[in-house]
């Protein structure tokens, strides 16, 4: 029923995990994160099996294993997923906590149900706050009511005494439909909108809603979503799929609860389609929105994959991501640079496949004499060609036929190379650097930014019916 996960990159830490039907187990992303090898032995045996990562989602913080022998699965009770807890029910919570080498189980009651920051992803989701004590170890452990799983521990609050927080069945049920229908894990889905209450009277006159109207004005609007073709800032968004949404951007949830509509939003398949309703110029619109995951231009993390770089004469160039910027320390929104920060923050991409390319260090030769200090600026063009992403800058420089080879820099800075010559020097600086490659392994195995299966799909809503729920 409950494992013990171990992997190499924490060998002396005891993980959970738990059984589900299908001969699956669940436990936490972060449990997994950039394994190498994974074995995992059932409570009370001492025997380790070898485990296979079937589906990793690192936003909800969940993954999902696999075992072949058959002996694992012998005398196996796979857990039921149940429903989501209310306020104040008890929960037990199951895991390997610090202090002792057994199973632990710990009480606690539910006191909140709000999207919450996910720490491992970065991400903003449903989660149930509780009571009890989840420390190390706890994670990927089942919370339990009676016989069924109500959630799964992943984190708890820093600088507070006994408030943790475990990962509710919808959140699960998403996660494992992904992989079921997908073959993979995809994402949750948003509308691509940044969105202000509309709680002044002042501003709702303003808007021309009338009295007893409610709901959030639309600030801006993701260029890369099929929202962006339907609704505009200023807009008013009155409802999601016929749920009405109050002027401080909740609906309605379970007895006299509420809950922000992006949850509403996020538990949408990649693909679907959701009603929105909108207030323009005082005259109600209804528009059919396909939804899905966004891709930030600036990626949140990293795991499960090496950095992506391009080596050229001793110029070093890598996509700009948060990890990337980690390197400056804890807080490196403070001490990393303050125009990579802000993009990294805050800038959105234009273009499918679009990365910020960085020139992130020079590797000093003659080749490049002069030019050491531009290091930590983007890349803008290369030989007056705006560039999109690495691939894209990689096939430039293999592709050139002229003489020279220029790279504009962000500031009007530029650097200009003979292409021959800068060429032979690339293969100088490495083997003096000792660098194995010059491009890494995934530029050589497929294009840069290529489309999820879901955003392949034909949009079935046809343009100019801009007033008709298509």
Request: proline share 5%.
């Amino acid at each position: 029923m409950i494992i013990d996960e171990e992997t190499v990159t924490l060998p002396q830490l005891k993980l959970f995990g738990f059984v589900i039907s299908g001969r699956r187990i669940i436990t936490n992303a972060h449990v997994v994160a950039d394994q190498t090898f994974v074995k995992v032995r059932k409570h009370g045996s001492p025997e380790k099996f070898k485990a296979q990562v079937k589906a990793v989602g690192h936003e909800c913080d969940l993954a999902l294993l696999t075992v072949e022998e058959e002996e694992f699965w012998d005398g196996m009770q796979p857990l039921e997923l149940g429903n989501i807890p209310f306020l104040q029910e008890s929960v037990a919570v199951v895991g390997y906590p610090q202090g002792g080498d057994n199973i632990s189980v710990t009480g606690g009651v539910v006191s909140r149900v709000e999207p919450t920051q996910y720490v491992h992803g970065a991400s903003h989701l449903m989660a149930i706050q509780i009571d009890a004590a989840i420390n190390p170890g706890n994670s990927g452990g089942p919370a339990l009511m009676e016989d069924k799983v109500v959630g799964v521990a992943f984190q708890n609050l820093a600088n507070a005494e006994n408030i943790g927080y475990i990962i509710p069945v919808p959140i699960i049920e998403h996660f494992l439909e992904d992989v079921e229908e997908k073959g993979k894990y995809v994402g949750f889905c948003t509308l691509g909108l940044t969105c202000q209450a509309t709680e002044n009277a002042h501003l709702r006159e303003h808007l021309k809603m009338p009295p007893g109207m409610t709901g959030v004005l639309v600030s801006k609007v993701h260029p890369l979503t099929d929202t962006h073709r339907w609704i505009k800032k200023d807009d008013v968004v009155l409802a999601f799929d016929g749920c009405p949404i109050a002027n401080d951007g909740t609906v309605h949830f379970r007895n006299k609860e509420r809950i922000t509509f992006d949850h509403l939003v996020s538990m949408k398949k990649a693909g679907e389609a959701g009603l929105v309703q909108v207030l323009r110029d005082g005259k109600e619109h209804e528009f059919m929105v396909k939804l899905g995951p966004i891709r930030p231009l600036v990626p949140i993390h990293q795991f499960d994959r090496l950095p992506s770089f391009f080596i050229f004469a001793g110029f070093v160039f890598t996509p700009l991501t948060q990890p990337y910027l980690h390197e400056y320390g804890d807080e490196w929104y403070n001490t990393s640079p303050r125009r990579l920060c802000d993009r990294a923050l805050y800038a959105t991409p234009k273009k499918f496949g679009e990365q910020i390319v960085v020139l992130s260090q020079v590797l000093v030769d003659d080749i490049n004499a002069g030019y050491e200090r531009l290091a930590e600026l983007q890349v803008k063009k290369v030989n007056d060609v705006d560039i999109l992403n690495l691939g894209h800058l990689r096939q430039m420089v293999d592709d050139c036929k002229e003489t020279s080879i220029r790279f504009d820099l962000e500031d009007g800075r530029v650097v200009v190379l003979n292409y021959q010559a800068a060429r032979e020097a690339s293969f100088r600086i490495l083997e003096r650097h000792r660098i194995p490659v010059l491009v890494s392994k995934d530029l050589l195995e497929s294009a840069v930014g290529d489309l999820e299966d879901w955003e392949k799909a034909d949009d079935t809503c046809e343009d100019g019916v801009a007033e008709m729920v298509c």
